[in-house]
């Protein structure tokens, strides 16, 4: 009788799933690397989640990354809790570890800068202030990892301000506060620009807060990669600012978690671009 090793699984899971690229993603990763193991989306329920979440490594599952809605949720399920995942209130990835512990981690905070790195090679995050637009998850990632790397002063607006005023509250005397209505105002002197919120994707309200005061200087960049080119990062490169698109996250957000499953640091590359654009 010949022992065959089991081949590893990951996935990811949400509610809904099926507009996932994650799937692609991880496909082109193993076929590059020539790692047997298989990326499975699952929509999965509130209400079912942690019965999944308890069954998946008993099915030969070694993690599982999370988006909508179970972000917050599956951070209670977990045996640890990296500091990053604590400080954002979220995790977007479970290891699913030999001893039988749930390991949580957050990296969208990584794969925003990682992303910036990448792609706006001259970016300096301590030159200036940062303008952050919106304050849901997304908001949360960014603003700890802007801290983290030294930006000195965080303005943000954000439709309903009371959600940016928990955020101040959450991250300190660095975040500031703008009134909605003055969010193109927050803009001036700016040496970073991020939008974290929905305006501008497909299907979305779109983005109309004034650019007049935005520097060319800026470094801007849009969370948003449904248009890949939106709105803001058009207008922003016709004022003469570099600009970063929201794809390059979502591909660097994931290497951290294919390495810890597969055992190999994927690379972030044009071939990989192309193959989630379905290029």
Not at 122 to 137: D, E, L, Q, T
Not at 170 to 199: I, P, R
Not at 219 to 224: A, C, E, K
């Amino acid at each position: 009788m010949t022992d065959h090793p089991r081949i590893p699984l990951a996935g990811v899971i949400g509610s809904p799933i099926a507009h996932s690229k994650s799937p692609r993603l991880h496909a082109h990763w193993l076929r590059t690397y020539g790692i047997p193991g298989f990326y499975v989306p699952m929509d999965i329920s509130q209400a079912d989640l942690r019965t999944v979440i308890t069954a998946l490594p008993k099915a030969g599952f070694v993690g599982v990354n999370v988006t909508i809605p179970h972000k917050e949720t599956v951070l209670a399920m977990a045996d640890v809790v990296t500091d990053r995942a604590a400080l954002i209130g979220a995790a977007n990835t479970l290891i699913f570890r030999k001893d039988g512990r749930i390991h949580a981690d957050n990296t969208d905070g990584y794969g925003f800068i990682a992303n910036l790195r990448q792609n706006a090679p001259g970016w300096n995050p301590a030159s200036g202030p940062a303008a952050v637009i919106g304050a849901g998850g997304g908001a949360r990632a960014v603003i700890a990892s802007l801290i983290e790397v030294g930006v000195p002063e965080i303005r943000i607006a954000n439709r309903t301000r009371n959600r940016a005023e928990a955020l101040r509250s959450e991250f300190g005397a660095k975040v500031l506060v703008h009134d909605w209505v003055q969010a193109g105002n927050m803009m001036e002197d700016a040496t970073t620009v991020v939008n974290t919120s929905s305006l501008g994707m497909e299907g979305k309200p779109d983005f109309r807060i004034p650019l007049d005061a935005l520097s060319p200087k800026a470094v801007v960049t849009d969370l948003v990669y449904t248009p890949l080119e939106t709105r803001l990062l058009k207008e922003a490169a016709d004022v003469g600012c570099v600009t970063v698109d929201g794809l390059g996250m979502l591909l660097h957000q994931a290497a951290p978690a294919f390495e810890r499953w597969f055992g190999r640091r994927p690379d972030v590359d044009q071939a990989t671009r192309d193959v989630v654009l379905g290029a």
